[in-house]
Structure formats: structure tokens, C-alpha cells
């Protein structure tokens, strides 16, 4: 084997790179923190500088061969002063495209320390601190959901927190088919609205339901679950010979931010013998609020809740909870026993050897992230920080509808989401026929094209075609960065300006 270039390691030893990278970060602000009044006047770099696909590769050596020689210290830092540019800043006021936005100091802060440690959450013994505030994450949040005991792990994300709840109601019901599997059975069938994220639908089908054993039940006016429809599904479903099993409720939806009456879906499931499961990914903060915790009314009656500290919150991605009020059942679901990892026979209590509940066997320490911040800002803190997102949401909704041109989608939105419609003063004062609403629809797209290619705002919209909406900006307002008034209105001016000559 050729010997390795001393010199180029003694030039890497002598300044880490990390610590270029570190000051990196500092010199072009990724992490200042502006507070709100101050944003539109700090912020000087578009919030995007956008390439299309087939453009990014002539800026950065993008290809990977097997004869290139590594790069020096200083080429790879100005690839990552590249890859900063070329990013999206989603801690910027500006950045309203996704149900995330800017993280929290100290969650980054707790972030990096796992990282640097670089273990696994699988045993108490390469990481009992970790294990153990992950015991401590989860014995709080059990708490404010109301359960008296609980059970709970942190998970790669939503979705995979949605197949934890599917796993643990067919194992609760038919513990047998971890044995024999699913073979022969009559088809068990999962409930969800139509609101609802699109992850139920994908767990049914790796988990071997199907798609067509997922029942789309219809939503109110305002995006909510409507319990009679939800009846008169599992009834029908029932008549047609098939096996209910899961219903998923939702505390704030994606698009409109609904909450589903929870009080009023748990009866219908007591009823019937249904697994609950809340998906309260995003509107799920709301459990640190004592203002806005009564929106989840009725969630103690849930099976499982899975909530995503990393989008209102602000926890770094990723930060997301599964929990259930039925302790011991991750396990009994979950478990295999692996005789290298999880010996009964240690000096310890192994009950703390908790990768033995989860469907993966690397994970992250995500739980210390949430932990730190929990410990930073305290618990009312964290819940002064959501009440800010709401009074900015709220802010916006009273704007949308005093603005010449502006039109809610929503009278009064429950979430922080706030929907709109923008009119073009071309289009205003006119007869609402389809032909105008199409026109109307378009506006949205190429609003969002100017913007993007500017790098001035990045706002998402959709339709909503089940309820006959066109395309609408969506605006979701969380809690890191924190904005006020004047950040609003900065970016309802800018989609007036944008949007005015179409």
C-alpha cells in the first residue's frame, strides 16, 4: 500500500476544518438572530439563489470519480461557502414555504454535541445520557397529552411516526400476525380525512393494507373530520365484510391547518373497537401552550400521537415524536431480542435498552435536541414562543382580509396556516364565472416563479380539489424565526407588488 502525503495531512492538522467551516457560518450570518421589526432591514441576501438543475452542476463539481484527487482545505471550503449560497435560508422571515422555518439555538446546540459524539440511541450503555432524556422527553409529553403513564420514542420523522401507530394497532388486535403475517385475513381497513397527510396512504402500503383499504372520509367547510362521515364509513366498510381497524385524526392539517374534534371521532372509535391515532405533527406544539393546549381537547383519549418538534418549534430536523398510552406495547410490537445488543443478563437495567421498541436499529439522539431547548427556555417559554407564532398568524389573517386584492380561504383558520387567494387588479371587480376563477389560479404560480427566481420570498400555494379550490398562497408562520407586524406586512406588500400587474 502507497504511503499517504504526510503534508497534506500536516496542512489539515494545523487549522481543522471544521473550525474554518464554523467561522464559515458566522461570516455570512446563517445563524444571526434578528428580532422581529429588525428582519427586512438585516436581511440583504435573497433568501434564494435559484439554479434549475441543469444549471447547479456547472457551479459546483458536483460528480463523484474514481480519478479525482481530493480536494485541499481551501477548495472544499469555498464548495461549502457555494453550498450556503446556493441553499435556501429557511431561518429567514422570508422563507414561508414549509410547515419548518428557522432553527433554535439551542436545539443546534444540541444538535452538534450529539453529532459530535456520534452515538447511537439504541442501548443505555453507549448512550445513557441520551437514553435517559429521551425518558425524560417522553415522560412530559405523555403528561401534557393527559395520560397518567405512556410510552414513547423518537422516530425518523412523521411518517415513519404514522407507521409506528398502524404497527401497534394490528399487533394490539392480532398479536399473532408478527408470526404468521397478514395471509388469509380478511383486509383490515385504515380511516383518514381528506386533509390529512399524504403518509397515511404510504404506510398502508408498505405495511401490506393496500391503497384501496384507505378510506378517505369527507371534511367540513373549515378542513375538519366530520364524525357522521366517519360512522357511516366504518359501517359501510363493515357491510362490505372487511375489518376496521385505524382511524387517523389530525391536529393541524397540512394546508389549512385544521383540527379534527377529537372528543367527538374518539366516541366513534370507542363505538366500533378503532385504534386513535392523532397526527399532530405540526399543530402538536400546541401542547406546551397553556393559551392555545385546549385546540387538542380530547387527544387523551388517543392510542398514539405523533408530534414534530422540528417544524413549529423550531427543533433542528429532525425532531419527532411517536407516543402511545399503552405502555410496553412498542416493545411486545417492535421487539426481536438481538442477543449482541440487548443480553438480559447485563449490570443494568435493561429496560433502558430501548432500541429493542423501534423499527430501526441506528438512531439518532434527536430527544436531547428538544431536551436542551425544553431546559433553555423553560416550558412556558417554549410556550410563549408558539403563542407568537399564532399572534403573527393572526396578524396576517386580519391583513388578508383588509387588503385591496386579498381574499382568505378561511374565515377564521384554527392553525397558523393562513390561506389566501391574491387577485390581480386586472381581475378585480368582475363577474366570479369558472372562466375568471381559472385565471384566478393562475396567479399563484407565477407570483411564486417571480419571487423565486428573484430570491426575494419563498410562499407555497395549492389547490384543493376535492373542495373546488384553485391554487392559493399558503403562508405558515412558526416559531423560530419570530416575526411581528412589520415582517407581515413586508411580505403581503411584496406579493401586492409581484402580483398587482398580471
Known amino acids: 500500500m502507497a504511503d499517504r502525503d504526510p503534508s497534506l495531512d500536516a496542512a489539515r492538522d494545523a487549522e481543522p476544518f471544521y473550525a474554518r467551516v464554523m467561522e464559515l457560518v458566522g461570516e455570512l450570518g446563517l445563524l444571526k438572530n434578528i428580532l422581529p421589526g429588525q428582519q427586512q432591514q438585516q436581511r440583504r441576501q435573497p433568501v434564494i439563489q435559484f439554479q434549475t438543475p441543469a444549471e447547479l452542476p456547472d457551479l459546483l463539481p458536483l460528480t463523484l470519480t474514481s480519478t479525482a484527487p481530493p480536494l485541499d482545505d481551501p477548495a472544499l471550503l469555498q464548495v461549502c461557502r457555494q453550498v450556503a449560497q446556493l441553499s435556501v435560508a429557511t431561518s429567514d422571515f422570508r422563507f414561508q414555504n414549509q410547515q419548518y422555518g428557522g432553527v433554535d439555538r439551542y436545539g443546534l446546540a444540541g444538535a452538534l454535541l ?50 409506528y401507530g398502524l404497527a401497534l394497532a394490528r399487533y394490539r388486535r392480532y398479536p399473532e400476525v408478527k408470526r404468521t403475517g397478514l395471509f388469509g385475513r380478511r383486509p383490515l381497513v385504515l380511516f383518514t380525512s381528506q386533509e390529512a397527510h399524504y403518509s397515511v396512504q404510504k404506510a398502508a402500503h408498505w405495511h401490506g393494507y393496500g391503497l384501496d383499504n384507505v378510506v378517505v372520509v369527507a371534511t367540513d367547510e373549515n378542513g375538519r373530520m366530520r364524525p357522521d362521515a366517519l360512522e ?73 400521537v405523533s408530534w414534530d418538534p422540528h417544524k413549529m418549534l423550531g427543533a433542528p430536523i429532525q425532531c419527532s415524536l411517536f407516543l402511545t398510552q399503552h405502555k410496553g406495547l412498542l416493545h411486545q410490537c417492535n421487539s426481536h431480542s438481538a442477543t449482541y445488543l440487548f443480553q438480559q443478563d447485563k449490570f443494568y437495567d435493561v429496560s433502558f435498552d430501548t432500541g429493542d421498541k423501534s423499527i430501526q436499529c441506528g438512531r439518532k439522539a434527536d430527544a436531547f435536541k428538544l431536551w436542551l431547548m425544553w431546559k433553555a427556555h423553560g416550558e412556558a417559554g417554549l410556550g410563549r414562543m408558539v403563542d407568537a407564532a399564532f399572534t403573527a398568524a393572526r396578524y396576517c389573517g386580519e391583513e388578508v382580509v383588509r387588503r385591496p386584492g386579498f381574499r382568505p380561504v378561511l374565515a377564521s383558520p384554527q392553525c397558523t396556516n393562513v390561506g389566501f387567494w391574491y387577485i390581480p387588479e386586472s381581475l378585480r371587480g368582475q363577474e366570479e364565472t369558472p372562466e375568471w376563477w381559472e385565471r384566478v389560479t393562475r396567479v399563484a404560480p407565477r407570483v411564486k416563479e417571480i419571487m423565486v427566481r428573484q430570491g426575494t420570498l419563498m410562499v407555497g400555494y395549492q389547490p384543493l380539489p376535492h373542495k373546488g379550490l384553485g391554487n392559493f398562497f399558503r403562508l405558515v408562520f412558526t416559531a423560530v424565526p419570530e416575526v411581528g407586524k412589520h415582517e407581515v406586512d413586508y411580505v403581503l406588500d411584496k406579493i401586492d407588488l409581484l402580483g398587482r400587474d398580471l
Do not use: Y
Open 232 to 304: 357511516a364509513a366504518i359501517l359501510r366498510v363493515k357491510e362490505e365484510g372487511k375489518d376496521p381497524l385505524f382511524v387517523n385524526a389530525t391536529i393541524g392539517t397540512t394546508v389549512l391547518g385544521a383540527f379534527d374534534p377529537l372528543p367527538d371521532i374518539a366516541d366513534v372509535c370507542q363505538r366500533h373497537g378503532l385504534w386513535l391515532h392523532v397526527d399532530a405533527c405540526w399543530g402538536g406544539s400546541v401542547l406546551v401552550s397553556d393559551t392555545h393546549r385546549p385546540l387538542m381537547a380530547g387527544v387523551e383519549r388517543a392510542d398514539s
Open 114 to 163: 450529539t453529532e459530535c459524539l456520534n452515538t447511537n440511541q439504541h442501548t443505555f450503555e453507549v448512550a445513557p445520557v441520551f437514553v435517559m432524556c429521551e425518558a425524560a422527553v417522553v415522560q412530559r409529553v405523555c403528561r401534557l397529552i393527559g395520560w397518567q403513564q405512556g410510552d414513547g420514542i423518537f422516530s425518523a420523522g412523521g411518517s415513519m411516526a404514522i407507521g
